[in-house]
């Protein structure tokens, strides 16, 4: 069955050091690759996608790459700050669009 | 409207009841999901609207979940006979298109008790 993994349950950082979450997949072979932050009591927010053609993809302080052979995405937040504190979802798209599967995220607390 | 809503915020409710939780998706949408969280877990899929049709159920936990969605807006997820399992935050999101590429737009969920 697919399954899809991430790192870790949390993950501390001190503020301004580079954190990386992973995600990592099993039997599936997504599209597309989505990124999204969730606050505690909020819905998730989009932050960004990756296409399974694109080894990269950069948004400000952000950095996703994707390797399909690895079947791994990571996530890389540069200068990180406490605002930056939050639960982060990797999430697979298949070809159909019409379902995607959530990990169940990493959980990020970055100290002053 | 400026973005997804859902109502109620919070419902508690008595083992055996049904309960109706309500999505209104932004203005435009075609596509709309709803999807279950539970504490401390990753979405669980549970079923999506392209317009006012769901062609596949299969993610419902059982059949005392059904979803409608009419005038291609307004969707209403009813959960029959309650159960405690169904405790939970009941998360719809909506997309422009059914596409690959676009980005879901979340509401800030339902959360369900069950006592």
């Known amino acids: 069955s697919q399954k899809i993994e991430q790192n870790s349950e949390a993950l501390n950082i001190q503020e301004g050091k580079t954190a990386t979450l992973t995600c990592n997949y099993t039997n599936y072979s997504p599209a597309y690759l989505q990124w999204y932050r969730q606050d505690p009591g909020r819905g998730p927010v989009f932050l960004l996608l990756i296409r399974e053609n694109e080894k990269e993809k950069r948004k400000e302080r952000l950095k996703v790459t994707f390797d399909t052979t690895l079947k791994q995405s990571l996530f890389h937040i540069t200068a990180s700050q406490p605002a930056d504190s939050a639960t982060y979802l990797c999430?697979?798209?298949?070809?159909?669009?019409?379902?995607?599967?959530f990990g169940s995220g990493t959980r990020l607390s970055i100290r002053p | 409207g400026a973005g997804v809503s859902q109502s109620p915020s919070n419902k508690v409710t008595e083992k055996g009841k049904d309960v109706e939780l309500r999505c209104d998706p932004i203005?435009?949408?075609?596509?709309l999901y709803w999807y279950r969280q539970s504490l401390g877990q990753g979405l669980e899929f549970l079923i999506y609207?392209?317009?006012?049709?769901?062609?596949?159920k299969s993610g419902l936990p059982s059949d005392r979940f059904s979803a409608e969605r009419t005038g291609g807006s307004v969707s209403t997820l009813t959960i029959q006979r309650t159960q405690q399992e169904d405790s939970a935050v009941y998360l719809c999101?909506?997309?422009?298109?059914?596409?690959?590429?676009?980005?879901?737009?979340f509401g800030p969920g339902t959360r369900l008790t069950v006592l």
């Open positions: 203005s435009g949408h075609t596509a």
């Open positions: 609207f392209q317009g006012n049709s769901a062609p596949d």
């Open positions: 999101a909506s997309s422009l298109v059914l596409a690959q590429s676009n980005e879901q737009f």
């Open positions: 999430a697979l798209v298949g070809s159909s669009a019409s379902k995607i599967i």
